[in-house]
């Protein structure tokens, strides 16, 4: 009976429509080959002999697979190939790239079919002439810039893969067709000066000296405040950021502002990219100019960093340099910003070289340095003559206490650049800001001094200029020292000895004066490129049969300098003591220094400079307690300093607050800070209150 009835039913189907069936079954699904295969689409073509229970089928699974052919936004067509990019969502859902990026432009971050919340946002860079950019995902930006996610939306970005070649950097052409011609520099009218002064006024025409020391310097007048960056060369400027596993939270947040603050401050005119480092290193931002589109590319960029990996400092510098090798136009001025926070730990096949990153002898520093790109080394090249002006200063920067401080300030030493110790992690935003409100005021370029014996017999014996290339030619008949650029409101000073013979003459036909050097400088002008040179010194001294006891007065300019030439050696003695371990030895010698400096006729006459060399060896002697505290702090401090006194350019000496010697009753270690790195330092630290009220504003409203 049962078998009769299910025969009834079968042929009861065949014949009768659809309608007549009972609602409670659910029909069939017609035949499938892949989703919607030939036989389903010839069977939604027959539609006047389809069932209604056939087109409810249809019908519902065209809405459940319509997003993967059809814009939610546009309901354009999403098949590939059309010439449009297509963003497929983690929630599998896809929609037009440029649509669904205009979405989240406004503040949209779920999918607009399933209301599912987002991870990975799309973003649509503004159109710029480059090649091979990368798009980078929004991440914590200001309000004024990005639309605001919620508090614990986390992003990532999405790079386009990097190219092999970096000279995809933003033409500079565009800047003379956008813009007026650059005015001519906004300098003081009488531009650099130069300076010298004798040691002493008098030298009794029958005494001779074996060294007679001559002051020689420069000076480059300060922009005017208001000049922003029409009287300056532009720059190049690439970043180099550690960003592996120790950077994670609250060091990534702030040197996220740090660069930030960098990009902010840069002009039309300069370039800025950003290379990032950990267990291998990447170029997340090409070279392009700081114009507002170019610099809000730039925050979304920093503001997609992420920490996590190991450290590779070398593959870091490596990169970095490629990104100004490879570009096809040259700024000016070209530098790289150079962050860590711990030791480099490549995988090297090489015991000995793997052996760099755990010893500070010089030996194993110089294979380190053997690794680095040629045009961060001078020693590197092949052509050990190499032009100076080739080389790419690197400025270091140690993050914490747990940074190699070696290996920073070997790098910067050996590019030209500085090296500066951040003990305190939120002053990382103030050390950039004093390195580049310096980088940000060149003023002069190829800077060299050349001086020159005046009268025959008088010899060029020395020239102490530090970390600076000093040449003597001729038999000492003449000496140059290679200054390269000059910062606005900077100022360099060097002694030149000499050996000045005694004369040999009648006294009724003996001379008042004697002419010792004529010291001339000359340098390239960065925005006419015009080489200027710059009037002529002549330095004399009388030569009387006695010396009067005011004419037998040293002179307190050059009495400072060599107390500061005398500190600055003493310290990098007693920095190799203590590598050796022998605090005690560089704890006397250090002493030692301080007792001659303090007893010195500039010391005597209350000279602020002399102030800030002492307090400099007490803290230092102080960070030399114990080799503990030496490895911790002391071995960075001592080095940041170095570098400083080195080059006579201002550094980040770990905790120290910025002191200037022309202040009076200073208690802290000389500056060699410039006008336009205190503006911008003043300018970051306002910044900073200004994001700590408004941070604290937040929390005072927080239910």
Known sequence: MASAWNKLKKSLSLKLPSST????????????????????????????????????????????????????????NLRTGKGQAIFTAECSHSFHFSCIASSVKHGNNVCPICRSQWNDMPFQAPSQPLQGRARITHDSLPADIHPQFPPNFQRRPILQPEPLHFSDDEPLSLLHTQTPPLPPPVLHPQGITVKALPEYPALSFSESSPSFAVLVGVHAPPLPEGASHLG??????????????????????????AVCFVAQNLGPSDRLSLVTFSSTARRIFPLRRMTDAGREDAIIAINSLSAGGG???????????????????????????LLSDGRDNPDFNSSNQHRIVQCTSSSVVQEYLNLLP??????????????????????????????????????????????SFIESLDSVQDSFARCIGGLLSVVAQQLQIVAKSATHGVHIKAIPSGRYRSRLNDEGKNGTIDVG??????????????????LVINLEEKEEKMSLLDVMCTYKDPMSKEVVNVENIRVEISRPEVVSSAENEVSL??????????????????????????????????????????????????????????????????????????????????????????????????????ITPSSGGASGPISYETDSMTRMITKSQT?????????????????
């Open 374 to 419: 040629p045009s961060t080394c001078l020693g590197n090249h092949e052509n050990r003559n190499e032009d100076q002006n080739s080389i790419i200063p690197v400025h270091s920067f140690g993050f914490g206490t747990d940074h190699d401080s070696t290996v920073l300030h070997a790098i910067s030493d050996a590019s030209g650049g500085t090296f």
């Open 21 to 76: 069936l009972s609602s409670s079954s659910p029909p069939s699904p017609p035949p499938s080959n892949g989703g919607f295969g030939d036989s389903n689409i010839e069977y939604s073509r027959s539609s006047s002999a389809s069932s209604s229970s056939s087109r409810l089928w249809f019908s519902r699974s065209k809405s459940l697979r319509s997003p993967k052919k059809t814009c939610a936004i546009c309901l354009g």
């Open 557 to 658: 300019e050059v009495d400072r300098q060599r107390n500061r030439v005398s500190v600055a050696e003493g310290i990098g003695q007693a920095q190799a003591m203590a590598e050796r371990g022998n605090l005690a030895g560089a704890q006397a010698l250090l002493a030692e220094r301080r007792s001659t400096l303090l007893s010195s006729a500039s010391a005597q006459a209350g000279d602020s400079l002399c102030s800030c060399l002492e307090a400099e060896l007490t803290e230092i002697r102080e960070r030399m307690a114990n080799m503990e505290l030496y490895e911790q702090t002391g071995r960075a401090y001592t080095l940041s300093g170095m570098s400083s006194h080195s080059w006579q350019r201002a550094t980040t000496r770990g905790d120290w607050t910025t």
């Open 232 to 257: 300056r060369a532009p720059i190049d400027l690439v970043t180099v950021l550690d960003v592996s596993g120790s950077m994670a939270g609250a060091k990534l947040t702030l040197l996220k502002h």
């Open 311 to 337: 450290t590779s400092i070398v593959q870091g510098l490596k990169k970095g340099v490629q990104v100004l090798e490879d570009r096809r136009e040259s700024n000016p001025v070209a530098s790289i910003i």
């Open 485 to 502: 650029d000059l910062y606005a409101g900077e100022e360099k000073e060097f002694l030149v000895y000499l050996r000045v013979p005694a």
């Open 687 to 703: 910044l900073n209150v200004a994001r700590a009220s408004s941070a604290a504003k937040r929390q005072d409203f927080t239910p």
